[in-house]
């Protein structure tokens, strides 16, 4: 007799599949072509910003920072364009301000041992205040005809899709091939699944968790600037929204344990096509803001009670305060 065992990611699979259907038939204009590479294009970016998410998470952490890291770096890359400097001298400073703020993440993390969930708080609205008060000119930084030379990152599309889309795709691919393929990302499964044994083995643990946090930030960026590419501009008050409790949502709804060591990037995106059906949905159906908020909150306590019962901690694993 097959005993079929019911995991997150099978379950929200299952979901997406019945409301995905379920809008297909009821919702005029859901199926259609058009509507379906809309939907697919307004969720990339939240895509991309969820696989960021999915590194730290996997590694027993998480990152409220991801929308000041996506925000401020690649808005001061085209602060920079702006104010006249090179494209070169643009582009690693942005690089050097996204690293640099990656390594204070993993540094107070892992060595300073403050819980991420406070640590990526205030480092977040650190961020932001910093462009707000020293970076930005206005708060939303136009793109610049200099770096033309890489728009297409965020416009238009290849074979019909979208090129947002195939960034997420080719995001994903890479991190796919960093966690299952290298040998820091066996690393982070295994810090995650049970950080004492890690530690005890021998591994580096308190490097890789700064690793994970400089990956974090880099993919911000890379999502910032393929954003800021898409809409010819960044808005920087981006970073107040309540975009990063989407992020959350994707990780978790997905199936990537907050307990750590599992899931993958198959998980991120399950997640993000199941939010971005939703809200899709909600919008055909003219559903107010304020409302999607709180059905996007109610799910979310819904995906964390289940996450808890599937991925329970246990006595051996715990670690008290490590988010």
């Known amino acids: 007799m097959i005993k079929l065992r019911a995991t997150q990611q099978t379950i929200v699979f299952t979901l997406f599949m019945l409301m995905f259907l379920g809008f297909s038939f009821f919702l005029p204009g859901f199926a259609q072509v058009d509507n379906l590479l809309t939907l697919l294009q307004n969720v990339a970016i939240l895509g991309i910003l969820g696989l960021g998410m999915a ?5 027993r952490g998480i990152d409220i920072s991801m929308i000041a890291a996506m925000a401020v770096p690649s808005g001061f890359l085209l602060q920079l364009m702006q104010n006249g400097h090179s494209v070169g001298a643009a582009v690693a400073m942005a690089f050097v ?17 403050v819980p991420s ?7 977040g609205l650190f961020l932001a205040g910093l462009g707000q008060a020293f ?8 793109w610049p005809t200099e770096l033309d030379a890489i728009v297409w990152m965020g416009r238009g599309s290849f074979a019909g899709i979208p090129m947002p889309v195939i960034m997420f795709g080719l995001a994903a691919a890479l991190l796919a091939l960093f966690l299952q393929r290298m040998r ?13 044994s890690a530690r005890a083995t021998g591994l580096p643990t308190r490097p890789i968790m700064v690793l994970q946090y400089v990956l974090a930030a880099l993919i911000g960026l890379f999502a910032g600037v393929v954003m800021a590419a898409s809409v010819n501009s960044m808005p920087t008050r ?20 907050l307990s750590g060591g599992r899931g ?40 964390i009670l289940i996450d808890s019962v599937l991925n329970p901690r246990n006595e051996e694993t715990a670690q008290q305060g490590d988010i």
């Open 55 to 59: 590194v730290v998470v996997i590694g």
């Open 97 to 113: 301000l996204s690293m640099a703020f990656g390594l204070l993440n993993g540094w107070l993390i892992a060595y300073a041992e």
């Open 117 to 123: 969930l406070f640590t990526t708080l205030a480092s």
């Open 135 to 142: 970076i930005f000119q206005l708060e939303v930084v136009q």
């Open 184 to 196: 820091a990302g066996a690393f982070i499964y295994a810090m995650g699944d049970n950080p004492f």
């Open 238 to 257: 981006i970073y107040n929204s309540t975009m990063v409790y989407d992020v959350v949502l994707v990780v978790v709804l997905g199936g990537i344990g």
């Open 264 to 303: 993958g990037v198959v998980n991120v995106i399950i997640g993000t096509l199941l939010i971005g059906t939703m809200l899709n949905g909600m919008t055909i159906m003219d559903i107010s803001y304020s409302v999607q908020n709180i059905v996007k909150g109610v799910v979310l306590l819904a995906a």
